[in-house]
């Protein structure tokens, strides 16, 4: 079972046996519950239809009819009353089962995104980005998550994006990669509204470093390269560039890029699998990288060897980075401090932290006393 050893290392066994009960008891109650109605109407129906019968052999007793037409009446009442409960009882299992349709059917009626479908083969040259009074939202009836969001970013420039929890950082990522489109202002790649760049387009020219990558089974190899786009030679000079030759040769027998990885990455660990991630983006040579907080479940030696290897390793690309810890962005050209969907401080790393007033000072010092309470 996955996660089972975290649970043992933490001692939380019995808090999650307690969770697992409760959440069998209450899948047990509402099948309790479907059981006891469906027995509620079945002893109705028995008794309605029993009623029913006795009325028609009354009928058939008191009245004068040939003994074929009493055999008939006698037999079909019979038959009838045990078709009926059978017909019921199908009845009531289809319009359980019947849910999952109506769910299924509600999500073929969500509006696709709408620029999917447009073609286009645009190519992002140089990595300028401009978002002008963006505001955005992600649904109507919610309030703006983004308000009148401005910044421009200059080709190859390395930004770190900080703020607390909700502040709209990942919303940032969103917007560039066409899925939240502002309601108000708009963004710009190289001089270009996304908008009229298509989605499938917009999101081929942009290399995202998720928090927490998924890997599909099978080799290294694969992992890495997996159209295979690139020669043996490329993605051999990636796997020596990021480590990883270092970090999983006591797990591979033969060749490295043979290496078999199951599902999700179950015998790697976060930090390896971070490392296939950048390599991939390496292989790709984007001019937009986002990094969303990668760093935020590996250990601090991986994630010292990934921070002080960026800018070599995105040398010719505009790299955004979400930081998770502060630490991790001092190395950036620009820090851009977000809170409530506002922009509320921008500078160099080094100004900001030695200003003791400034916001970016403020989110250090917390993340600094929060790594030392954690060490202790």
């Given at each position: 079972m996955n996660g089972l050893s975290t649970i043992r290392a933490f001692q939380k066994q019995?808090?999650?046996?307690?969770?697992?009960?409760?959440?069998?008891?209450?899948?047990?109650?509402?099948?309790?519950?479907?059981?006891?109605?469906?027995?509620?109407?079945?002893?109705?129906?028995?008794?309605?239809?029993?009623?029913?019968?006795?009325?028609?052999?009354s009928f058939i007793l008191l009245g004068d009819f040939s003994t074929a037409f009493a055999g008939f009446i006698a037999y079909f009442f019979l038959y009838w009353e045990n078709e009926f409960l059978w017909f019921t009882g199908n009845l009531f299992e289809m319009e359980n089962l019947m849910i999952n349709f109506e769910r299924c059917q509600w999500l073929t009626q969500i509006p696709p995104e709408p620029a999917y479908a447009t073609r286009t083969n645009y190519k992002i040259s140089q990595g300028k980005i401009l978002f002008d009074t963006?505001?955005?939202?992600?649904?109507?009836?919610?309030?703006?998550?983004?308000?009148?969001?401005?910044?421009?970013?200059?080709?190859?420039?390395?930004?770190?994006?900080?703020?607390?929890?909700?502040?709209?950082?990942s919303t940032v990522f969103l917007c560039l990669?066409?899925?939240?489109?502002?309601?108000?202002?708009?963004?710009?790649?190289?001089?270009?509204?996304?908008k009229s760049i298509g989605l499938q387009n917009l999101r081929e020219e942009i290399t995202i470093i998720p928090q927490d990558p998924y890997l599909f089974e099978g080799k290294l190899k694969r992992a890495l390269d997996p159209f295979e786009e690139y020669t043996e030679n490329e993605i051999n000079k990636v796997v020596s560039l990021t480590g990883l030759n270092?970090?999983?040769?006591?797990?591979?027998?033969?060749?490295?890029?043979?290496?078999?990885?199951k599902e999700n990455g179950a015998n790697l660990s976060s930090g390896e699998?971070?490392?296939?991630?950048?390599?991939?983006?390496?292989l790709r040579k984007k001019n937009i990288i986002l990094i969303d907080e990668a760093t935020a479940n590996i250990d601090m030696k991986t994630e010292e060897f990934v921070f002080k290897n960026i800018n070599s390793f995105f040398k010719e690309a505009t790299v955004l980075i979400i930081a998770h810890r502060i630490n991790t962005v001092l190395n950036s050209d620009r820090i851009v401090v977000v809170d409530k969907g506002k922009i509320i401080e921008t500078g160099e790393p080094n100004l900001l932290l030695h200003d003791f007033s400034s916001s970016f000072h403020e989110l250090w010092k917390d993340s600094h006393c929060s790594s030392q309470n954690q060490t202790k």
């Open positions: 019995k808090v999650f046996f307690k969770n697992q009960i409760s959440n069998l008891e209450k899948s047990n109650t509402i099948f309790l519950i479907s059981s006891a109605v469906f027995n509620w109407f079945q002893q109705r129906m028995n008794l309605s239809l029993t009623l029913l019968s006795l009325a028609a052999f963006v505001s955005v939202k992600y649904q109507e009836s919610l309030e703006n998550v983004l308000n009148d969001f401005s910044f421009e970013i200059k080709p190859r420039e390395k930004i770190g994006i900080v703020g607390r929890t909700g502040a709209g950082k990669l066409g899925m939240l489109y502002p309601n108000q202002g708009k963004i710009e790649i190289d001089d270009i509204n996304i270092g970090f999983l040769k006591d797990k591979c027998k033969d060749s490295i890029l043979d290496m078999e990885i699998k971070q490392l296939i991630c950048i390599g991939n983006a390496i």
